[in-house]
């Protein structure tokens, strides 16, 4: 069946090569136990305010309202097709795509993590202290749980205030399947062990304003200067940079 989702993975795989576990890593990746539930493939339609659609301007009149030009489509590689709602740190609805139009950097991780996700998430600070100040600014820092039983949105409030992150990063939960879809996309895999834990990649994400990966940073400790590079250049491509200049 030819789902959005399908559509997404096969271009995913046509650029970026799927990531394995690093290595000593022996986890296999979660796999949904009944079908994906991203949506099919969105039309792309200009948006009009209502009362355009009612009835034209009379002869003479000026027109009720003016045809707002539609968003650009999103790409067949945008992770933003994927069609999952989420719910961040603080109770409220997150889609995807209101992400869209700056550079996002993402990588998965679970509140209760005992050492691997710790050193995720000072990687990210340390790339995020790297980055120019007005990009900085611009860029959102994305968290993903992978323990859809135990990180509710007051456990990511907690973790949060715990690390700190500032209003900079956004920290997410979701059901079971668009966890195990997203991963996927990304490269991302994770098992969970008896005591709760999880064995999993160490992966951090960089995409562009419209959701496609741009670059990929595996493991821990490691130098960020490329991922650093890269988020720049994707904010030099935003369109909330090119309306600055």
């Known amino acids: 069946m030819k789902t959005k989702f399908a559509v997404v993975v096969l271009a995913l795989l046509a650029v970026v090569p799927g990531r394995s576990l690093l290595a000593g890593d022996s986890a296999e990746p979660s796999r949904p136990t009944g079908p994906s539930r991203a949506s099919a ?14 009835a034209p301007a009379a002869k003479g009149a000026a027109p009720c309202c003016d045809e707002l030009p539609a968003a650009a489509p999103l790409a067949a590689r945008s992770l933003y097709q994927l069609d999952a709602k989420w719910t961040d740190d603080a109770g409220k ?7 869209r ?8 991780f679970f509140a209760s993590c ?8 000072s990687d990210l600070q340390r790339l995020r202290a790297a980055l120019p100040a007005a990009v900085r600014e611009q860029t959102r820092f994305v968290l993903v749980s992978f323990d859809v039983g135990r990180d509710t949105s007051a456990v990511l409030a907690a973790y949060r205030a715990k690390f700190p992150l500032d209003a900079g990063w956004t920290l997410l939960r979701g059901a079971a399947t668009d966890v195990q879809d997203l991963a996927m996309l990304l490269g991302v895999k994770y098992k969970q062990d008896a005591r709760g834990q999880f064995a999993h990649s160490n992966l951090i994400t960089v995409l562009n304003s419209g959701g496609e990966i741009a670059h990929q940073h595996p493991g821990l400790l490691g130098d960020i200067a490329e991922a650093a590079k890269a988020v720049v250049g ?4 935003a369109p909330f940079i090119a309306k600055e200049r």
Do not use: F, K, N
């Open 41 to 54: 493939l969105l039309p792309a339609a200009p948006a009009t305010d209502a009362c355009c659609a009612v």
């Open 93 to 99: 609805a997150v889609t995807l795509t209101s992400l």
């Open 101 to 108: 139009g700056q550079p996002v950097v993402v990588a998965m």
């Open 114 to 121: 005992e050492y691997a996700c710790p050193v995720l998430v």
């Open 234 to 237: 994707v904010a030099q491509r």
